[in-house]
């Protein structure tokens, strides 16, 4: 009998693949096989959860604490979290407050709870390459806004406002950026925050590398400067990036109650609510005060400036200097059109490829983020290796023919 369907959904159809764990598990494959991998490629932190909050998770196990929670969260949890929120300006009690697995199942609820087919789903490019396939997800249209590599990758308001249609919806701003390490200044998000009064846009502000922001950069949400767009503006953020918590899933969102509440019942239907291990671990880092370890900070400043000088200095390479999260992305596009061993290199994809099976270095390529001509570094591996992959880089540029 023949099949007149195929065997998976047309909106299954619209999702990828997430780029960046392929590279990473095939970058840890290498390292199992016993190479000598440099690994830049996972977003993942190389330090590990604070010891107390280990201590709270197993704590939470062997007092039978793995039961059922409510579906937005243990309330304790969530009043945590709103005080936290509150101290950074944000006007929430914990009804405004809902606690998901992961930073990115927060934003997925969200686009879920404001977004119908075909709204336009608008945020800044380069972007981080899971948000074009998450709006997708819900049936949503995609809509990168340009930065400029001269500007730092500074948000612009005027592109934001060019790129605008009557199906313009959502905005996400995220900010200290995946991948461009960009931290938006004040400025720069007033500018915003009237477009989106203009418009009538609601917006997601991804705000999950809140703590990672170095020398003089201030993270600076857009509610900050625009209190008065708290009834359309969810917050996200999470415990992965600041208490290294990734696998953890630990993530939650700030916004109207409506919105909250609508997310709450999606995420209710869907995945019931987030591990009740990591809900009380993290209660642990939220009653700390929810800030990192300063010798973490301090030490991603000092691989950060390693990697900004490095990656300037190669010729043919050009690195804004990254002002948060974790990240580096250098344009590469002198070195495009070269070829490498007769093979030409036409795109960041190329060069990616290439530098992982012939010098063991995994970077994850621009094509992804809208940046088919750079080239994204993560340093979340120890000072010494950044120095030993950026020989092995600097090698591969310098014998392009
Ligand atoms: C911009 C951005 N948002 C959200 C996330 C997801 O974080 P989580 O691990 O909390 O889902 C990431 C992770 O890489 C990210 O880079």
Not at 245 to 270: C, D, H, L, N
Not at 273 to 278: D, E, F, K, L
Request: neutral net charge; glycine residues 8%.
């Amino acid at each position: 009998m023949s099949h007149p369907r195929p065997l998976t959904s047309r909106r299954i159809g619209l999702v990828g693949n997430s780029l960046t764990l392929e590279i990473s598990s095939k970058a840890a494959e290498l390292k199992a096989a016993g190479k000598d991998v440099v690994a830049f490629a996972a977003g993942e932190p190389d330090f590990d959860a604070p010891p107390h909050v280990k201590a709270a998770g197993i704590k939470a196990i062997n007092e039978g604490r793995g039961r059922y929670t409510a579906a937005m969260g243990l309330m304790d949890l969530r009043k945590l979290v709103a005080k936290k929120l509150a101290a950074n300006g944000f006007p929430y009690t914990a009804e405004n407050v809902i606690v998901s697995s992961g930073a990115k199942h927060a934003l997925y609820n969200a686009l879920y709870a404001f977004c119908d087919p075909g709204d336009e789903v608008l945020f800044a490019s380069p972007y981080w390459n899971s948000y074009p396939d998450m709006v997708r997800a819900v049936e949503g249209v995609p809509v990168p806004f340009p930065t400029r590599i001269e500007d730092g990758y500074e948000i612009d308001a005027d592109a934001l406002r060019r790129a605008l249609t009557p199906r313009s919806r959502c905005l996400i701003i995220n900010s200290p950026n995946n991948p461009t390490g960009a931290v938006y200044s004040r400025a720069s998000m007033e500018k915003v925050a009237q477009v989106v009064r203009d418009a009538n846009l609601v917006v997601i502000c991804d705000d999950i590398y809140e703590h990672l922001v170095y020398a003089d950069a201030k993270y600076v949400s857009l509610l900050h400067v625009a209190p008065d767009l708290a009834d359309r503006v969810v917050v996200i953020n999470g415990l992965s990036k600041s208490h290294c918590m990734t696998g953890w899933r630990a993530g939650y969102a700030g916004g109207p109650k409506e919105v909250i509440a609508a997310m709450g019942r999606f995420q209710s239907q869907a995945t019931s609510h987030a591990s009740a291990i990591t809900q009380i671990a993290s209660m642990a880092a939220l009653e700390d005060g929810g800030l990192p370890d300063p010798t973490m900070i301090a030490e991603y400043d000092r691989r950060r400036r390693l990697m900004h000088a490095r990656l300037n200095a190669m010729p043919g390479v050009k690195c804004p200097e990254p002002k948060g999260a974790f990240y580096a992305l250098p344009d590469i596009s002198a070195h495009l059109g070269k070829t490498h061993n007769g093979r030409l290199l036409r795109s960041a994809a190329d060069v990616a490829q290439l530098l992982l099976e012939e010098d063991l270095v995994a970077t994850i390529p621009g094509d992804s983020f809208g940046a088919p001509t750079n080239l994204r570094f993560a340093y979340t591996c120890s000072y010494e290796n950044i120095g030993k992959g950026l020989d092995r880089v600097g090698n591969f540029f310098s014998k392009l023919g």
